[in-house]
């Protein structure tokens, strides 16, 4: 688990940054509602206490949920109707979600609770900090969210532990009862009160945390996808004029530009891209998959840079219903319709596939003896003993598959459930899990890119790469030997990813560059 005892605590006051949600997710920061969201949690609840009092049944306050919200519900099995509502809706299914995405979906949840807008007691947000800050981390599973009303059967499961109820893992990574777990730190479960079932379960919280989560990832990926391109453009002897800034301006999208210059900067100082610049070399154009890497992973970069408007958006709301106004009035509403934010985690899982495609067609050329301009076939040490790299584009194609399909959207399968009450529903969730599977099938694709590019460099010796390159490949062989006879691949591919995960790579190529 990360060390916390350094983290900066994250104060609950407003719109969240997306740093933020990725600091409490991965890095275990601490949480604490701020003064201010202390009073707009008391003021909210006095009018919803108020109209529990009161006479008129009002939804999710004295009245059943979805369907069933014509019955009205006496005071006396208020308490009974949240603590089912909990129950009946922690009905997830398969495997367990991520520790960093159950922790990301908790605190934007308690971000909600805080603005005041939910009606929520302050108890109950902040025995939900609680759980945060103790690193207990509820069982939500994968499957049961239909990205409407909320993320409902994911957050069910998160409202069930702060009732001591249902499994949970703890600080060592134990899965625990929750009451076991709540009982260890000193925290009282709580019984939920009128309207306080609703407000922990109507929200995008899952796939917005997915989302953020995946844009920090993509921010290094992208950055990966220009250094192995680099490295590829110069093992199979390609030009560094297309990425000249004056070919970028004719056709100024921004992120076209920034990776343009992040691989001309790569490239720079290149023994290997010098030696073919002259009269001698007879190649006109060079391959697209080579040529027009900065107009595909730009167009990656502005789709990203997109879905960040949209998770910012999304940051700074306050996604309940029915919601509580500042006058007092609880009206009911839509905003819990997950369609903004599905729609952008299908839209970035294209790039995805695409970019990682990109890369696959570049790693193949280089094992191709008939386009990588004489380096041997496969990268091997004896073609015909030896298969070199052969197999290793097979994996990268697999994935490649794998990711073409992952990029039909999920948003567009809308299902009808609760009776046709929610006859119309955003899958963000789905769209949202797919994302991460894609994300991870391009961080292997870029992982063997890398492997194989740092190989065909060290081939084309005594020519020496670029400093920026010659670094990457220098990285790699601290965990990778270089050229020879077939080794087992599949360690050194997992080796190549880690340096990627880890931001070894990317911390590593920094100094070359002006970002």
């Not at 939804?59 to 069933?68: D, R």
């Not at 981390?137 to 239909?146: A, D, Q």
């Not at 299902?415 to 994302?435: C, F, N, T, Y």
């Not at 010796?461 to 490949?473: C, E, H, N």
């Amino acid at each position: 688990m990360p060390d916390t005892a350094y983290m900066p605590t994250v104060e609950l006051d407003g719109p969240l940054t997306r740093e933020r949600v990725v600091a409490v997710a991965r890095g275990g920061a601490p949480v604490r509602l701020s003064a201010a969201a202390e009073k707009r949690l008391a003021a909210a609840r006095r009018h919803v206490d108020a109209l529990a009092a009161g006479t008129v049944p009002t939804y999710g306050v004295s009245t059943g949920f979805g369907a069933l919200a014509i019955r009205p519900i006496p005071p006396d099995r208020r308490v009974a109707l949240q603590r089912s509502l909990i129950r009946s809706h922690a009905a997830g299914a398969g495997a367990a979600m991520e520790r960093e995405v159950v922790r990301a979906l908790m605190v934007l949840r308690l971000r909600t609770l805080a603005s005041g807008h939910t009606g929520v007691r302050p108890v109950t947000a902040h025995t939900l900090a609680a759980l945060i800050n103790a690193d207990i981390t509820p069982i939500v599973h994968e499957f049961g969210s239909l990205g409407c009303s909320g993320d409902l059967a994911p957050l069910a499961a998160v409202a069930l532990a702060l009732m001591g109820e249902g499994q949970v893992t703890d600080a060592s990574g134990a899965v625990v009862s929750a009451g076991t777990a709540l009982r260890a730190k000193g925290i009282e479960p709580v019984v939920l009160a009128e309207k306080e079932g609703l407000a922990l379960t109507n929200g995008t919280d899952g796939m917005l945390g997915m989302l953020v989560l995946a844009l920090e990832d993509l921010h290094r990926l992208l950055d990966i996808a220009d250094v192995t391109a680099a490295m590829s453009v110069e093992a199979l002897l390609g030009t560094d004029r297309v990425f000249a800034d004056d070919l970028q301006a004719l056709r100024p999208h921004p992120g076209q530009a920034r990776s343009a210059a992040r691989i001309a900067a790569l490239l720079a100082g290149s023994e290997i891209v010098a030696s073919h610049r002259g009269p001698d070399c007879n190649r006109v154009q060079d391959a697209y998959s080579l040529r027009c890497a900065p107009q595909v992973h730009g167009a990656a970069r502005d789709t990203v840079a997109h879905a960040e408007t949209v998770a910012d958006r999304e940051l700074a709301s306050d996604i309940d219903n029915p919601v509580v106004l500042d006058d007092g009035r609880l009206e009911s509403n839509g905003n819990f319709h997950g369609a903004p934010v599905a729609y952008v985690l299908d839209f970035l899982a294209i790039p995805v596939a695409d970019v990682a495609s990109m890369a696959e067609r570049r790693t193949d050329r280089m094992l191709d003896v008939a386009r990588s301009h004489g380096l041997p076939a496969f990268l091997a040490d004896d073609p015909g003993v030896d298969s070199g790299h052969m197999i290793a584009q097979y994996t990268q194609a697999a994935i490649v598959s794998e990711l073409k399909r992952l990029a039909v959207p999920a948003s567009v399968d809308s299902i009808p459930s609760s009776a046709m009450q929610e006859d119309h529903v955003s899958m963000g969730w789905s769209a949202a899990r797919k994302l991460r599977t894609a994300v991870d099938g391009l961080t292997r694709v870029l992982a063997i890119e890398y492997l194989t590019a740092a190989r065909a460099l060290d081939l084309r010796a005594p020519l020496r790469p670029g400093p920026a390159t010659a670094a990457a490949v220098a990285l790699l062989r601290t965990m990778v030997d270089g050229p020879g006879p077939d080794r087992h691949l599949a360690p050194e591919i997992a080796a190549a990813e880690s340096l990627i995960r880890s931001g070894a790579l990317s911390h590593t190529v920094a100094p070359y560059l002006d970002d």
